[in-house]
C-alpha cells in the first residue's frame, strides 16, 4: 500500500521559516499531484499549496508570496518552504497525493499523510 509521511513540523517565532517535507513509499508508478492542506483549531481544512508531475503549482491567496511547494519525483517527495511566518499559520499540516498509480493492482489511490503540526508565536 502507499503511505505519506509528513516531517518538519514545530514550533517557530513570527516571521520565521520552516520546510516541510513529505515522502510517499508503496508500490507507486506515478503521483499526479501533490498538495499540502492545513486545519487550525475550530476551521475547516483548507487548500495552503498543490503542485502537478510538471511543475505546475497553485497556492491559497494567504500564503501566495510567503510559501514555495516543490516536488522530487523521482523520490516521491513534496516540499513546502514556508516563509514569513505568522501566528494565523498555525495549524495542522498535512500532505495530499491525488490521482497515485498504483502496479499489482494497477489502479488509482488518493492517500492522506498523518499530519503534523506547526505553530508560530508572535
Known amino acids: 500500500q502507499v503511505q505519506l509521511v509528513e516531517s518538519g513540523g514545530g514550533l517557530v517565532q513570527a516571521g520565521g521559516s520552516l520546510t516541510l517535507s513529505c515522502v510517499a513509499s508503496g508500490n507507486i508508478l506515478s503521483i499526479n499531484v501533490l498538495g499540502w492542506y492545513r486545519q487550525a483549531p475550530g476551521k475547516e481544512r483548507e487548500l495552503v499549496a498543490a503542485i502537478t508531475t510538471d511543475s505546475s503549482a497553485n497556492y491559497a491567496a494567504s500564503v501566495k508570496g510567503r510559501f514555495t511547494i516543490s516536488r522530487d519525483n523521482a523520490k516521491n517527495t513534496v516540499y513546502l518552504q514556508m516563509n514569513s511566518l505568522k501566528p494565523e499559520d498555525t495549524a495542522v499540516y498535512y500532505c495530499?497525493?491525488?490521482?497515485?498509480?498504483?502496479?499489482?493492482?494497477?489502479?488509482?489511490?488518493?492517500?492522506w499523510g498523518q499530519g503534523i503540526r506547526v505553530t508560530v508565536s508572535s
Open positions: 495530499n497525493a491525488d490521482r497515485i498509480l498504483t502496479y499489482n493492482p494497477r489502479r488509482y489511490l488518493e492517500v
